[in-house]
């Protein structure tokens, strides 16, 4: 009793304004290791380092909470390491706000990656992923065929450009040697291969947490099992009420723990019946927040659909984190659904890549178009980077691939995009958010 009360102390949430005419509001998460105005994104640091930024920097930008994956420091036994040094905060030398997910998305999508030629995050969506790959937007009849493909489950796995070659590699080898999946799912936990060496790993709710609890992440994750857009009603059911007791392992596992919170993951896929069951189970735990996970829907347009069955079911005071969406529109779509946390590596894979954000849309700066142009990224953005370069230095550093040039686009994009936050929460405070939103989206 005396511990929930301390962590009452160190953690709460309280909404400050609910927004008129959607379900959108603004809140404030108080931490140990400070406050976060939401709605808000977590930069992701996977491995524990933001991709071409520092912490310092991104917080200097506005960054109130970074997001750090498990997984990574369990396959190597890393974690023992950061034990040692008394946890995450101490081993990275931040006093910033942290969360920790299970280490079970990236487990999962590592067996389903494979079974369903679905990707990873970018790519979850896998009538988007074609359409990306056909390179046609426009042509109807092929969004038809494709759509009546999934729905008949004629997906064609072996096509998808967007399964790692590496996890293939390992995968043909596996299967070569054992004749199995590269991950077995039990009640107990889930096995499956290291797609780094190929070694033998065992994950359960219990050992997730002990990891988590050993990192000490302000906010942590409970361990659930992350289905594919392409798993079937039967076995997203049967997954689901895996993860429901899952749940309680993990809750077990992490009573009496100090100075951090849980958030419990609401799944059931795309099915309205399971997302409604799964809300209402994970919704009567204590779970300090939730986490919405697993698929969304075969296309973007199918979250709004899934928020709109699950967010009406759970406590309104308690924050919701929608796991791994982050583009520009499903951001502002989810916020009105009442989302109030995100994470996201699209800032800083985008840079690598030669992305940057504008508020007129993506561009490529890889493109030769750019070669000569003397604005800004951005001629909107108040960042360093847009107030000192040209489009044709950064284009010319990333045709070179002169890391220089990833560093000034990412310095950008994570500026742009906890600007983008800022520019949400303020519009929210004097009622113009749906001006914000038209404004961006003719874009986005
Ligand atoms: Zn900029």
Same mark, same amino acid.
């Given at each position: 009793?005396?511990?929930?009360? %301390?962590?009452?102390?160190?953690?709460?949430?309280?909404?400050?304004?609910?927004?008129?005419?959607?379900?959108?509001?603004?809140?404030?998460?108080?931490?140990?290791?400070?406050?976060?105005?939401?709605?808000?994104?977590?930069?992701?640091? $996977?491995?524990?380092?933001?991709?071409?930024?520092?912490?310092?920097?991104?917080?200097?930008?506005g960054?109130?909470?970074?997001?750090?994956?498990?997984?990574?420091?369990f396959?190597?036994?890393?974690?023992?390491?950061?034990?040692?040094?008394g946890?995450?905060?101490?081993?990275?030398?931040?006093?910033?706000?942290?969360?920790?997910?299970?280490?079970?998305?990236?487990? /999962?999508?590592?067996g389903?990656?494979?079974?369903?030629?679905?990707?990873?995050?970018?790519?979850?969506f896998?009538?988007?992923?074609?359409?990306?790959? #056909?390179?046609?937007n426009?042509?109807?009849?092929?969004?038809k065929?494709?759509?009546?493909?999934?729905?008949?489950?004629?997906?064609?796995i072996?096509?998808?450009?967007f399964?790692n070659?590496?996890?293939?590699?390992?995968?043909?080898?596996?299967?070569?040697?054992?004749?199995?999946?590269?991950?077995?799912?039990?009640?107990?936990?889930?096995?499956?291969?290291s797609?780094?060496?190929?070694?033998n790993?065992f994950?359960?709710p219990e %050992?997730?947490?002990?990891?988590?609890?050993?990192l000490?992440?302000?906010?942590?994750?409970?361990?659930?099992?992350?289905t594919?857009?392409?798993?079937?009603?039967?076995?997203?059911?049967q997954a689901?009420?895996? $993860?429901?007791?899952?749940?309680?392992?993990? %809750?077990?596992?992490?009573?009496?723990?100090?100075?951090?919170?849980?958030?419990?993951?609401?799944?059931?896929g795309?099915?309205?019946?399971?997302?409604?069951?799964?809300?209402?189970?994970?919704?009567?735990?204590? /779970?300090?927040?939730?986490?919405?996970?697993?698929?969304?829907?075969?296309?973007?347009? #199918?979250?709004?659909?899934?928020?709109?069955? $699950?967010?009406?079911?759970?406590?309104?005071?308690?924050?919701?984190?929608?796991?791994?969406i982050?583009?520009?529109? #499903?951001?502002?779509?989810?916020?009105?659904?009442?989302?109030d946390?995100?994470?996201?590596?699209?800032?800083?894979?985008?840079?690598?890549?030669?992305?940057?954000?504008?508020?007129?849309?993506?561009?490529?700066?890889?493109?030769?178009?750019?070669i $000569?142009?003397?604005?800004?990224?951005?001629?909107?953005?108040?960042?360093?980077?847009?107030q000192?370069?040209?489009?044709?230095?950064?284009?010319?550093?990333?045709?070179?691939?002169?890391?220089?040039g990833?560093?000034?686009?990412?310095?950008h994009?994570?500026?742009?995009?906890?600007?983008l936050?800022?520019?949400?929460?303020?519009?929210?405070?004097? #009622?113009?958010?749906?001006?914000?939103?038209?404004? %961006?989206l003719?874009?986005?």
């Amino acid at each position: 009793m005396r511990i929930i009360e %301390l962590n009452k102390k160190m953690f709460s949430f309280k909404i400050i304004k609910k927004d008129k005419n959607t379900k959108a509001r603004l809140g404030i998460l108080k931490t140990p290791h400070g406050i976060i105005h939401t709605p808000n994104i977590a930069i992701v640091a $996977t491995k524990g380092s933001i991709r071409g930024i520092s912490f310092d920097l991104a917080k200097k930008f506005g960054g109130e909470i970074f997001m750090i994956n498990t997984f990574h420091f369990f396959h190597n036994d890393r974690y023992k390491i950061v034990e040692k040094f008394g946890g995450l905060h101490k081993f990275l030398n931040i006093n910033y706000p942290l969360m920790t997910d299970s280490g079970g998305f990236q487990v /999962f999508s590592l067996g389903f990656g494979l079974e369903h030629g679905v990707g990873k995050v970018a790519d979850i969506f896998p009538l988007e992923a074609r359409i990306n790959a #056909d390179n046609n937007n426009t042509n109807k009849s092929r969004i038809k065929r494709i759509n009546h493909e999934l729905n008949n489950n004629e997906f064609e796995i072996n096509s998808s450009p967007f399964v790692n070659n590496s996890y293939n590699n390992i995968r043909n080898k596996f299967a070569k040697k054992n004749q199995k999946s590269l991950v077995k799912i039990f009640e107990e936990g889930v096995e499956f291969i290291s797609p780094y060496d190929g070694k033998n790993l065992f994950l359960s709710p219990e %050992l997730s947490i002990k990891i988590q609890k050993i990192l000490k992440a302000d906010i942590i994750f409970a361990f659930d099992e992350c289905t594919s857009p392409l798993s079937s009603y039967e076995y997203t059911k049967q997954a689901m009420k895996r $993860t429901h007791r899952w749940a309680l392992r993990c %809750l077990e596992e992490f009573k009496g723990t100090k100075n951090q919170v849980m958030f419990g993951i609401v799944q059931g896929g795309e099915y309205e019946d399971l997302r409604k069951e799964s809300a209402k189970f994970i919704n009567s735990l204590p /779970f300090f927040g939730f986490g919405i996970g697993g698929s969304l829907g075969k296309s973007k347009k #199918d979250i709004i659909k899934v928020l709109n069955w $699950t967010i009406p079911l759970l406590d309104e005071n308690k924050p919701r984190h929608l796991l791994g969406i982050g583009e520009i529109d #499903d951001i502002f779509h989810s916020i009105e659904q009442g989302i109030d946390l995100f994470d996201c590596i699209i800032p800083t894979r985008w840079a690598r890549h030669g992305t940057g954000f504008t508020s007129k849309g993506r561009i490529n700066l890889k493109s030769s178009k750019y070669i $000569t142009d003397k604005k800004p990224i951005d001629p909107e953005c108040k960042c360093n980077v847009c107030q000192k370069y040209s489009r044709a230095y950064i284009c010319h550093l990333l045709k070179e691939k002169e890391i220089y040039g990833i560093i000034l686009l990412t310095e950008h994009n994570v500026f742009w995009i906890l600007n983008l936050f800022k520019e949400i929460r303020k519009a929210l405070k004097n #009622d113009q958010f749906q001006q914000l939103k038209k404004r %961006l989206l003719k874009y986005w």
